[in-house]
């Protein structure tokens, strides 16, 4: 049982390192030369980063719980009452859910990075144009899908989700989601938020890069009609 607990407690470490890889921005916004669109961001664009900095922040503290029960059940310290645990018969495990939510995160990962690579330069956060900006169509996941940055947000987040707000993991067995249903309130809020800002900002992106670059972008829009998921959106 300890050994099946170790593991999963580096399996949430090793998640939470993948998220902070993952939404730590490549390169800063603010450079030589480099401008902001010119557009209205909507509200659920302006507050983007702040939530998207929260999200890091939640991720590491339940991380972080997670870590303290297991060191907690390893030196036969009390959990009843302690701050560590809410119930008195928890049954934090390694579940089926969380197996699918820890991939999840891990291939979101690795879709983002291998955006951050292709990109390069051009790869920000905020929605910027880089003085010698140019349009990526034929390497990495741009050749499937016009914005897999954002495939992989999804996918990080669905795996959050799964991993951390399903039955069997510290915040529904010890913590803040001990009320039945809200983990999947909250997931599948946490989603849906995700959903929208990528939403707003691939419109945003489209239209500026259509812009800038008209006969490229309506080559690559036709030859690529997908935002995120091939066959899907």
């Known amino acids: 049982m300890s050994q099946m607990a170790l593991v999963r407690v580096t399996l ?3 998640q939470a390192v993948c998220n902070q890889m993952a939404f730590t921005p490549p390169n800063p916004s603010i450079a030589p030369g480099v401008s902001r669109f010119n ?3 909507p509200y659920l664009l302006q507050i983007a980063p702040l939530v998207a900095k929260l999200h890091q922040r939640m991720v590491w503290i339940s991380a972080s719980f997670e870590i303290l029960y297991y060191l907690f059940t390893l030196i036969s310290l009390p959990l009843t009452g302690s701050p560590v645990c809410l119930a008195s018969q928890p049954n934090i495990r390694l579940t089926a ?3 699918i939510g820890w991939t999840a995160v891990i291939l979101g990962t690795y879709i983002r990075l291998d955006c951050f690579r292709t990109l390069q330069q051009f790869f920000t956060f905020d929605l910027t144009i880089h003085p010698e900006h140019k349009l990526v169509t034929d390497r990495g996941f741009y050749r499937y899908v016009r914005h897999p940055a954002y495939t ?3 996918l990080i987040t669905a795996g959050l ?3 951390h707000m399903t039955k069997g993991n510290w915040s529904t067995e010890c913590g803040p989601l001990l009320i039945p249903c809200s983990g999947f309130i909250i997931g599948s809020s946490w989603f849906l938020w995700t959903l929208a800002v990528g939403l707003s900002r691939v419109d945003a992106e489209d239209k500026e890069m259509r812009k800038l670059f008209p006969q490229e972008w309506d080559a690559w829009a036709f030859n690529v009609p ?3 998921l091939p066959g899907l959106i």
């Open 97 to 99: 859910w969380f197996c």
């Open 39 to 41: 557009i209205d961001q």
């Open 161 to 163: 989700s799964l991993s």
């Open 12 to 14: 949430i470490c090793i």
């Open 152 to 154: 992989g947000s999804l």
């Open 226 to 228: 997908w935002w995120f």
